[in-house]
């Protein structure tokens, strides 16, 4: 199979996803049998930080290690990146020593940056357009809990069109499942991404649809899925989002019109009591903490399908 070069969108790997998501539930099950195979022996991962990161820094450092190889934490304060050296300097030096780079970054300009100048594979770690990654994980956790079938089930976005929806939008089309989002009005995901998901979905077979109450999303919906009113970056629009997404919150209420055995996705970290409820959060219905365990097993799957080559 022909590996991609950078996963920068989840476009990039579209094609690739039913294979990404079989080989992370088979790595998931090798792990727990204490036999994760490890084709990154003697190879090394940078990663560039320059958001602040729980879940993607630890389920990549020990991706990498489990995968038989070294990861290198860079935080771009550190680097001389945060002095002014160019993004394009950086990437010519690091990949004259390393095997890939993992890169969370404010601007999506700045991935395609990067990707442009290495010659090593570049995999986003979430930037202001998309988190591609999150949404790998996300996938494998519906596919275990909707044995495999994406067909005819559908997800319910409610909260900001953010990097997350852009990603999910996008993942979801290319597997063929339904997506209804709901999102403020001022708040919509970019029409670029819904033309693009649109277009993956006219091949799957998926359904795509954009509403702005969020009742009319979760209604009879087989799982939901938020995300932070506030995203890493929009700290100056606190205010006015706060306003904004008021009523665009995961609640007993709003689970309770959801089909019967729905389950609740958030990628976290969580604002209790904004976009979510502690009733929610702490109930029977998350799958948040076998979600945020998957974004271990996903990127193992990415980091082993874009890594052994070196791109040029
Ligand atoms: N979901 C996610 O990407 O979490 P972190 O910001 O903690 O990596
Ligand atoms: N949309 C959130 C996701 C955090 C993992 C952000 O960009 O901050």
Redesign the pocket.
Known sequence: MERPDDLLSISDIADQLPSILARAAALKRLRAGGRSPTPLRGRTVAMIFE???????TSFEVGVHDLGGRALFLSSNDLQLGRGETIADTARVLSRYVDGIVYRAFRHADEVELARWATVPVIN??DDLE?PC?IVADLLTMRERWRGKFRGHRLAWIGDGNNVLHSLLLGIAAVGGDLVAATPPAYAPRPEIVAAAQALARRSGAKIELVHDPAEAARDADALYTDVWVSMGDEAESAARHVAFRGYQINDRLVGTAAPDAFVLH???AHRGEEITDEVLDGPRAAVWDQ?EN?LHAQKAILERLLPRRRR
């Open positions: 958001k602040p990161s729980t879940r993607t820094r770690a979430l988190h999150q990628d976290l970290p945020a974004r």
